[in-house]
């Protein structure tokens, strides 16, 4: 089947904070937040980009959508190269490619009822045209009454104000939804409504999704396939479960084993990281996890190491669980 | 499992807030004791009171503060009712805090240094002895050279870093009880597991209590002895940790850990949920607060439940607690 969505050697760049400074200490002038990635989205799947901060996910969500420039690779959608085009091209794709922002309430304007801003997607694509009765399908969608519509966001619960920007995302039926963070800040009984309301608009839409999250726990439950980013890099991609069965590079592992579990007798040995993850200006040399690797060796400090593949399963590491 | 020497007796707190709709109650008969050196965590979703214990426990509710009952024996004594003087005494020096956002927690415009050395204004000690003993605590927070970061920042710190800076400033008075309100959960997996070990080491080492509050049952089952669940403003269920996660007997307890994706080891389609909202805490319903989402309900739930003792110091407030064991 033809992927959806194809990101194919994608780097994006942004200029160091202090140029002048960076020029004088012989460091680069631009930071790379995305490093060359490559994967593809098979549509009507749910795919996660796992990592953590600073890892470049967000980044690249925004790329997807538009919002930042790319400086390298391409990005397809439906077959058409999509990096690159100009913003009044890019409007029509963005109506098949939305955005559930990380924080639901900051990206809900808190002046606006929850009706404007459902309002919004249709006029700016000119789809006026039964809107009041769009609106309330759309809260119908996401399980809430249709009175909500005259509230405003300070008067929604995390929760509701989650649904409302799933509402928004999914107003023009898009084929692919970009979901950052969706379940983070909320209370576990909640994250389960949010995921479940998302897995029935697949069903019902046949929507993909893309699906950014450092939460693992919802992430074996809910995206068939994913990959885990470090310092702008995928060091390992494929299949969730096969990944979650054995992961093979250390970084993932201690990713995993860091994923407390909420079990006193489990005593899975921690793998431990060393350190913090390093400033993209300070790129480490060789495999850029190595000094945090417990398991490095001798040549993961000065070569890169090359992708493997392994049925399907992508992983970038010399010395691999 | 027995209770250590007492430390913090928590006994039947209730406390109520006035607001435009009426006076909310907040924290409704609370009962939790804690022992020396014990580490005891908090489980509750938001809106559960948790914040509201803590700033009991500090002194500092605040103004709208309109009905405070119940004691809050700390070492022996009272700290409900007492002399803002008597409890300036205490807070900061034996009670100390480490918040969830470390950034807001310092000062961004004084250099760490000067923070630390600042907090230290109660010891009799020289301004260089003060220096010594902040990179002491630096470095026991592992801190790399700790010396020369004295004069650095906040901002050019990363959050990790940050938390130990706070958690280095709040063990530096060597307090009886550090109180840590949700200190992991700014941060990333890994840096979250070794914040973590840090703190079990440090209280170790210290021999401090500390009082964990999180909604992270992964964080609290790794780092706790004990632990108490909250829902609506009460404590519904207390006990080991073990005893909590192994045989819960609220239903709410219940409920709670059947939702975390950690523990759902089968992939599911379907996540579960605890369905409803959390009652208005200004007209509180009659009978048990959980019944209106609960499962177990019966007609005896619209009596308020006891408190029933399941085994040594592990309580539930359910009609059903003694029926309610995992197979």
């Known amino acids: ?321 | 499992m027995a209770e250590p020497e007492g430390l913090l007796d928590i006994d039947n707190l209730s406390v109520s807030f006035r607001t435009p709709r009426g006076d909310l109650q907040a924290l409704r008969n609370v009962s939790l004791k804690m022992g020396k050196g014990e580490i005891v965590g908090v489980i509750g979703e938001s809106g559960c009171g948790k914040s509201t214990l803590i700033n009991s426990i500090i002194g500092l509710l605040p103004a709208n503060t309109c009905a405070l009952s119940g004691h809050i024996r700390f070492a022996g004594e009272d700290i409900v009712g007492m002399a803002d003087r008597d409890l300036r005494r205490l807070r900061g020096e034996r009670i100390t805090t480490i918040f969830q956002d470390p950034m807001t927690a310092l000062n961004p415009v004084l250099s760490i240094g000067t923070q630390m050395t600042a907090i230290q204004y109660r010891r009799n000690s020289s301004p260089r002895e003060k220096q010594r003993r902040t990179v002491e605590f630096l470095e026991k927070v592992r801190m790399p050279d700790a010396e020369k970061r004295l004069g650095q920042y906040p901002h050019q710190f990363s959050g990790g870093m940050r938390q130990r800076i706070c958690i280095a400033m709040a063990l530096l008075t060597e307090p009886d009880l550090l109180i840590a309100d949700e200190p992991t959960t700014a941060l990333d997996a890994t840096l979250e597991v070794q914040v973590i070990r840090l703190l079990r080491e440090l209280q170790r080492d210290i021999g401090c209590s500390v009082l964990f509050i999180s909604h992270h049952l992964g964080a609290v089952a790794e780092l706790c002895e004990r632990v108490a669940i909250m829902y609506a403003g009460e404590v519904v269920e207390q006990g080991s940790v073990r005893d909590i996660f192994r045989d819960p007997r609220h239903p709410y307890t219940r409920k709670l850990l059947e939702c975390d994706p950690g523990r759902i080891l089968e992939l599911r389609a379907v996540m579960p949920t605890i369905g409803g909202d959390l009652p208005d805490l200004v007209h509180i319903p009659k009978g048990c607060i959980f019944r209106e989402r609960c499962p177990d309900r019966f007609e005896r739930c619209s009596e308020r439940p006891p408190v029933e003792t399941i085994r040594a110091g592990h309580r539930a407030a359910c009609h059903k607690a003694r029926e309610l064991a995992n197979p």
């Open chain 1, 1 to 321: 089947m033809k992927p959806l969505l194809t990101v194919n050697d994608v780097t994006i760049r942004f200029p160091a904070a202090n140029r002048l400074a960076a020029r004088l200490s012989g460091q680069p002038r631009f930071i790379e937040a995305v490093a060359g990635v490559s994967f593809a989205l098979e549509a009507g799947k749910t795919y996660a980009l796992v990592g953590e901060s600073g890892s470049g996910k967000t980044t690249l969500a925004r790329a997807i959508v538009g919002l930042v420039p790319t400086h390298g690779g391409q990005i397809e959608f439906n077959g058409e190269r999509i990096s690159g085009l100009s913003e009044n091209r890019l409007r029509r794709v963005r109506r098949e490619i939305a955005m559930i922002f990380q924080d639901p309430l900051g990206s809900l304007s808190p002046r606006l009822k929850v009706r404007s801003t459902l309002a919004e997607p249709f006029t700016v694509h000119g789809e006026t045209a039964g809107i009041e009765r769009k609106i309330i399908a759309l809260l119908e969608d996401v399980g809430l009454p249709a009175h909500f519509a005259e509230r405003y966001p300070h008067q929604l619960s995390g929760g509701q104000a989650r649904r409302v920007a799933v509402a928004r995302a999914l107003a023009l039926r898009p084929k692919l939804v970009i979901a950052d963070e969706p379940t983070a800040g909320l209370d576990v009984s909640i994250q389960g409504e949010v995921l479940n309301l998302l897995r029935d608009l697949q069903a019902k839409f046949g929507t993909t999704f893309l699906m950014i999250s450092h939460n693992l726990n919802v992430v074996r439950h809910v995206a068939d396939r994913m990959a885990v980013m470090y310092l702008g890099r995928i060091v390992e991609e494929g299949n969730t479960a096969a990944i979650f069965a054995a992961p093979r590079h250390r970084y993932t592992r201690a990713l995993l084993s860091a994923n407390l579990k909420p079990d006193p007798d489990h005593s899975a040995p921690l793998i431990e990281v060393e350190g913090e993850t390093p400033s993209l200006l300070k790129r480490p040399s060789g495999c850029e996890f190595h000094p945090r690797c417990i398991f490095s060796l001798a040549v993961c400090k000065q070569q890169a190491p090359k992708e493997q593949i392994d049925a399907g399963h992508r992983f970038s590491c010399h010395n691999p669980g």
